[in-house]
Each structure stands twice: as structure tokens, then as C-alpha cells.
């Protein structure tokens, strides 16, 4: 059996946690935020965890995070 590869795409975008969870970053937070509100911004700088059917998604494209 040969080596998978790792979708290079996706080991930049997504991180793996302690209990094996998937996180991402929030999208939306690049630019043209003068019009968007603090609070908006605010919750936009935490980790979002990915529901389980895109983790399911996410195992696939990174075998070995």
C-alpha cells in the first residue's frame, strides 16, 4: 500500500485538537471591516470546530494529522 498524501489546501486551513476535533478559522475577518461591528469581528477571531460531517471530510484530506 502506498503513502497517501496530504491535501496541502486543506493541512494549511484546518488544525487538529487534543481530543482529535477538527478547528478552523472564521471566514470574513480579511477585509472591509469598517462596516462590520466590534462584536461581530470580536467572535469572528475564535476557532470555529467543524460539524461531524465535515470532519468525516477532513480525516480524508489529511490522513495523517
Not at 10 to 27: D, H, L, S
Not at 31 to 57: C, N, T
Amino acid at each position: 500500500m502506498p503513502k497517501l498524501k496530504t491535501h496541502r489546501g486543506a493541512a494549511k486551513r484546518f488544525k487538529k485538537t487534543g481530543t482529535g476535533k477538527f478547528v478552523q478559522n472564521r471566514a470574513n475577518r480579511s477585509h472591509l471591516l469598517e462596516h462590520k461591528s466590534s462584536r461581530r469581528k470580536r467572535r469572528l477571531r475564535s476557532a470555529g470546530v467543524l460539524s461531524d460531517a465535515e470532519q468525516k471530510r477532513v480525516r480524508k484530506l489529511l490522513p495523517y494529522a
